[in-house]
């Protein structure tokens, strides 16, 4: 059956990867899209777009109804789900079939089977698969801690939590129960063994509807926060590094495949020990986000392969070996150092230099970047937070580090806090570099360290010194007195001129200069001479060495590239007012939200520390929580209630405060 037009039931970059490929094939496109999502890059990228209102994912995304409707609107003849969402929807797809279009994905049957992670377990016991024993929450006892409660319906860290003691379980699994009844319409949770220093390693398996059935290679994807993979790689350099582990891999992948009659895209997770014995953790009935680095490994196109497979075509050929290595990490709006707390609001600037591909097979050395958001999109508090997949591939797996680095280092990424930072220190990290990557990375390593600002403090200050220097060239040719003399400058000595900025790691700088015959001095960096300065360049020879300052403003904020590091500062006003001034021990808002369960009230008395309220946003819950000891003497907010970023929510009166 021939594909002509293909509607993608899903947003952001994974329906411009699919979109990337139809377009290469002759194929049309649709897209869907929320209120929130209006103006968002996938929409721009296909033929047609249909909006589902409302801007929620119950409202707009999970609604298989609506997504029907829009494909007969548009006239597609195809559905691809994505990941997350409907992707692993039995019903879903049994819909789409039900209404005569082809679903680009697995059987409905083999959806039914791995949908539920509790049956999924047991049958890949029977098939002969290693797995760890399922726990239900009613019969945990101290002697299985640490466990770790999922979510039976999907994935992606959603409904996912660590107990170490049989005092938080119960509360763990409400917390768990209702996140992934918010991610997935399904609250059903259970628990299993957690391994604190595993390995995560998956096969990706691809398979036609004549029989032939191919692992098409393993990637590891053990560095996670909150069980969500930051950090996915092929091959893996545990399987790499031990005999047999990769065909004995294959072949429980092959039995996982057969046991339920797959086809199409799919993989098979494990879990791994150094020793090289795994686990069947569970099977993703769809594309994975880390497929890019399997595709760049062995030649394939995941997406070509599964609407080839979909259309009744065979598998192409042979199934291909592995050449070099590849690496993923996502970029998100979010903020590591503190608590990996999401971000929202406009991307001002994205923009990656080295860039030798977009959404496509990388056939050489290089850098693939597979982004959801383009210069000015705005992220909100509906989604996952993830701006982009950044992918690298060559020869060896040092090398391809070094070149992700690096590419990540020189990106221009403006307007968000992002973990930029953190994805260059890890893949820059010495037991990265030695393949030594289980799940308790962050944990090892020290997160307060890998989350630490790549741009050293002289060098942000030296960054934030040019940044002046720009505004202060901006004066100059906005605003000239007398005889066409520059504003600022004297003909006599006099004070310096004086501009201020905040930093969010090092707090506020006062830079002050002057303007005189011989150019511009500036206060305290006697090694910083002036080459030139414009309000969108300068370039200073540094303690003898020239260097180039890239210069961007977004009202109040200011981003500065250069070799030194990106440092993104706000420019303070010279003259605040106080009405603007927040009282002591306030609890502002990290992110917009809703506000889902309260943990004191007005009056109490409260630990530092202490749990005031959830909020939820992006689909996760975030704990916000007393900043030292004292009495909450105001609580703003009731649950349900929807919140603005820096809002007060409430007020925790101490001693120091007074």
């Known amino acids: ?127 002969g698969v290693p797995v760890l024993a399922e726990l239900d929450p009613a019969d945990v006892t101290e002697a299985h801690l640490p466990v770790l409660i999922k979510a039976s319906a999907g994935g992606g860290g959603r409904g996912m939590r660590v107990v170490r003691s049989l005092d938080h379980l119960q509360d763990q699994i409400v917390a768990a129960r209702r996140e992934a009844e918010s991610a997935f319409g399904d609250p059903t949770v259970f628990c299993e063994r957690y391994l604190e220093t595993g390995r995560h390693i998956e096969v990706q398996v691809m ?15 053990s560095i996670q926060r909150r069980h969500q993979k930051v950090v996915e790689e092929a091959p893996s350099p545990l399987v790499e590094r031990i005999d047999g582990m990769r065909e004995r891999l294959f072949e429980a992948a092959r039995l996982a495949s057969d046991a339920i009659g797959y086809q199409g895209a799919g993989t098979v997770e494990f879990l791994a020990d150094e020793k090289g014995d795994f686990f069947f953790l569970e099977m993703n009935t769809r594309l994975q986000v880390e497929h890019p680095v399997t595709e760049c490994t062995t030649g394939l196109d995941l997406v070509r392969l599964q609407l080839q497979v979909a259309a009744g075509q065979p598998l192409p050929g042979e199934q291909p070996g592995l050449r070099g290595h590849s690496i993923e990490v996502r970029l998100y709006a979010e903020d590591p150092a503190h608590n990996w707390q999401p971000q929202s609001g406009t991307v001002h600037r994205i923009a990656f230099p080295d860039t030798a591909t977009e959404f496509s097979v990388l056939d050489r050395g290089g850098v693939r970047l597979d982004s959801g958001v383009v210069d000015g999109s705005v992220i909100g508090v509906h989604y996952d937070p993830m701006l982009a997949k950044v992918i690298s591939y060559a020869e060896t797996r040092t090398d391809a580090a070094h070149l992700l680095a690096t590419a990540l280092q020189r990106a221009k990424i403006h307007g968000l806090v992002t973990n930029r930072d953190l994805l260059v220190r890890v893949l820059r990290h010495p037991a990265f570099l030695a393949g030594d990557t289980d799940t308790a990375f962050f944990d090892t390593h020290g997160l307060d360290a890998l989350a630490a600002p790549l741009v050293t403090t002289d060098n942000e200050a030296t960054s934030i010194a040019a940044a002046a220097l720009a505004d202060a060239a901006a004066n100059r040719r906005g605003a000239r007195v007398g005889g066409g003399l520059p504003s600022g400058w004297r003909n006599l000595p006099s004070q310096p001129q004086t501009k201020s900025y905040e930093s969010r790691t090092t707090g506020t700088h006062q830079v002050a200069y002057r303007v005189t015959r011989d150019g511009v001095e500036i206060d305290g960096l006697p090694g910083l001479t002036v080459v030139q300065a414009s309000p969108e360049l300068v370039v200073a020879d540094v303690d003898g060495v020239r260097r180039r300052f890239e210069i961007a403003r977004y009202g109040d904020l200011v981003c500065v590239d250069s070799p030194l590091g990106a440092v993104s500062v706000r420019q303070l006003p010279r003259f605040v007012d106080p009405a603007e001034h927040v009282a002591a021990g306030s609890l502002l808002a990290p992110m917009p939200g809703t506000v889902i369960r309260l943990g004191a009230q007005a009056g109490d008395t409260v630990d530092a520390g202490q749990p005031i309220l959830w909020l939820e946003a992006m689909k996760m819950e975030h704990k916000i929580v007393a900043p030292a000891a004292g009495v909450l003497t105001e609580l703003n907010v009731a649950v349900g209630q929807q919140v603005e970023v820096g809002a007060v929510l409430a007020v925790v009166d101490n001693e120091e405060n007074q």
């Not at 029989?211 to 290679?217: E, M, N, P, Q, R």
């Open 1 to 127: 059956m021939a594909i002509t037009s293909v509607l993608v039931a899903n947003r952001g970059e994974i329906a411009r990867r699919v979109f990337a490929t139809c377009r290469a094939m002759g194929i049309g496109t649709v897209a869907v899209f929320s209120d929130a999502d209006a103006d968002a890059p996938h929409v721009g990228a296909a033929d047609a777009a249909i909006r589902l209102p409302g801007n929620t994912p119950a409202e707009t995304y999970l609604r298989g109804d609506l997504i029907l409707d829009a494909a007969r609107a548009a006239g597609a003849d195809a559905i691809h789900p994505g990941y997350g969402f409907l992707s692993e929807n039995a019903a879903f797809a049994k819909a789409v079939l039900d209404a005569g279009l082809t679903w680009i994905g697995p059987p409905v049957k083999a959806i039914e089977q791995m949908g539920s992670k509790v049956e999924s377990k047991k049958m890949m016991d029977a098939a």
């Open 207 to 221: 398979a036609d509807t004549h029989g032939t059935v191919w692992s098409v290679g393993e990637r590891e994807c």
